[in-house]
């Protein structure tokens, strides 16, 4: 035994100095986002695009914390230490050049985690203009991307995914599931691969974050944010299928459908004006979907949705709930097929839509459930004042007739943010868009008389930017008023 011991012993330091060469080459070769050249021009670039006060050092600082909202004007942190939770977080910023997106991203999953930014125009089918890139995650959860940009002034879809139809390594496809099954929380949606169908084992879970815009000749800097979900149903995936329309709308140039239903998530809705189908869409994670599609006058017109289990790209999982031919479909929106023994879902909307008019100067955003009125603070107020102009009373009058009269439904909330520019401190800057964004729920408040409308209002001061401070031009774009319509029960 005396002579094995030097032998035991030679051998353990060399272990010790073979550990410790490839623990120094492995942080060697990892990647060092700070010393990055991409990165530290993409920083710099970030920098000259909004110069942050004191007050927002942190906040603009995306690689020193995991990730902040800002809620009610408080600036509030997300903590690191949940690497890895299975309730997953995606958000950050983009920022937007002629010709490319840059997206400072922020999140808890795990160091080593692959994620993909992607740039769609058009619809996701009929895709006008498509860009992705995919980065890793690094260990304070942040990653930096380019995308290139395009020249379009269609809607533009900047999405955030992290999912598993794809390349991931071993060790993070172990810890959230070969097909993300693991992962839970509002971030999530199911998604069917690219191939295989709909079969059990090509619908995956994945983790995404989206902004949805319509580009302007002022370049933005953007927050990815929380979907706002509707409360689950308690009969979600019940044969007994009820749908719920919120909205029928137009502006003239397109239609736009809100509903709710207990169908099952993933299931592909249609949707028909009189007989001709305009567009498709799957349900969304709280039962809800949207749908979207050109504008059309016809005269005593019907809108009809329907869900049909036999529809040739129904995941299988869907038609296994509801039957391959609809036999397990009850209720009273259960139709049959005219032309087979097949039972359908069939929700006709028999009101007229009703046309958003909004006054001139002001913009109309609509994504998902919410619809946003823009205006500009220099319609409603003078310089660094909170007092509504007289003129400006006439336009609160023009926006509370459009959300008396071209909404179908009378129960829905109205959040108020105010926003402004970066000049002047944190504090006041927050101060001044509280007060403002008071001042217009006072007026709008008393315009509309109902007891099913509730208002809240925010203030944000120059926390949420829509484009670069650094012109008169954009601190002009930035000091705003939001009026969002949020149909959510």
């Known amino acids: 035994m005396k002579k094995n011991y030097p032998c035991f012993f030679t051998f353990f330091i060399a272990c010790l100095i073979i550990a410790g060469c490839n623990q120094t080459q492995q942080s060697s070769s990892a990647p060092d986002e700070e010393n990055h050249p991409d990165a530290q021009d993409a920083e ?23 990730g902040e909202q800002v809620e009610e004007g408080e600036l509030v942190e997300k903590e690191t230490s949940d690497a890895g939770n299975y309730n997953v977080f995606i958000g950050g910023e983009m920022v937007e050049t002629d010709e490319q997106i840059m997206i400072f991203g922020e999140s808890n999953l795990l160091p080593g985690a692959r994620v993909v930014g992607e740039v769609i125009v058009g619809d996701e089918e009929e895709q006008v203009f498509f860009a992705d ?17 395009h020249p379009l002034d269609d809607e533009t879809r900047v999405s955030i995914r992290f999912h598993f139809d794809g390349q991931q390594d071993d060790a993070i496809i172990r810890h959230y599931g070969d097909r993300g099954q693991k992962l839970e929380g509002p971030f999530i949606y199911k998604h069917q691969g690219e191939v295989g169908g709909g079969s059990p084992q090509n619908i995956f879970k994945q983790a995404k974050a989206t902004v949805i815009y ?19 149903p308690n009969d979600m995936g019940d044969p007994r299928v009820w749908i719920e329309v919120d909205e029928v709308n137009h502006d003239h140039e397109y239609f736009y459908i809100q ?13 028909y004006h009189g007989n001709a189908r305009k567009d498709d ?39 296994e709930k509801y039957g391959a031919k609809g036999q397990r479909l009850v209720g009273n929106l259960v139709v049959s097929d005219k032309y087979s023994d ?46 509504l102009k007289n003129s400006s009373k006439e336009i609160l009058d023009e926006i509370s007739e459009t959300l008396i009269h071209s909404f179908n439904k009378n129960d829905f909330e109205i959040v108020i943010n105010g926003h402004t520019d970066n000049i002047g401190s944190e504090s006041y800057n927050l101060d001044l868009s509280v007060k403002r964004a008071a001042e217009v729920e006072k007026h709008l408040e008393d315009k509309i008389d109902s007891a099913n409308v509730t208002f809240t209002t925010k ?31």
């Open 214 to 232: 319509l580009p302007k000749e002022e370049k933005a800097v953007r927050q990815f944010t929380e979907p706002n979900w509707h409360p689950m």
């Open 133 to 149: 890139t995919s980065e890793i995650v690094g260990d304070d959860g942040s990653f930096y991307m380019e995308i290139e940009n």
């Open 259 to 271: 509903a709710r239903s207990n169908l099952s998530e993933g299931a592909l809705v249609n949707i």
């Open 342 to 387: 097949k039972q359908l879902i069939e929700k006709v909307v028999e009101q007229q839509s009703n046309a958003i008019e909004v006054p001139d100067h002001v913009e109309l955003q609509i994504d998902g459930s919410e619809m946003t009125l823009l205006v500009p603070d220099d319609v409603l107020f003078d310089f660094d004042e909170y007092e």
């Open 281 to 319: 869409t799957r349900v969304l994670p709280d039962g809800s979907f949207y749908a979207k599609f050109d504008y059309e006058y016809k005269e005593d017109t019907n809108i009809t949705i329907q869900f049909d289990p036999s529809h040739w790209n129904q995941w299988n999982e869907v038609e």
């Open 44 to 66: 710099e670039e970030h920098e000259k695009l909004e110069e942050p006060v004191e007050e927002s050092q942190a906040k603009d600082d995306l690689h020193e914390h995991q």
């Open 459 to 489: 203030g944000f001061g120059s926390a949420k930017p829509v484009v670069s401070n650094e012109t008169e031009k954009g601190q002009a774009k930035n000091r705003r008023v939001e009026i969002v319509i949020n149909f959510k029960d």
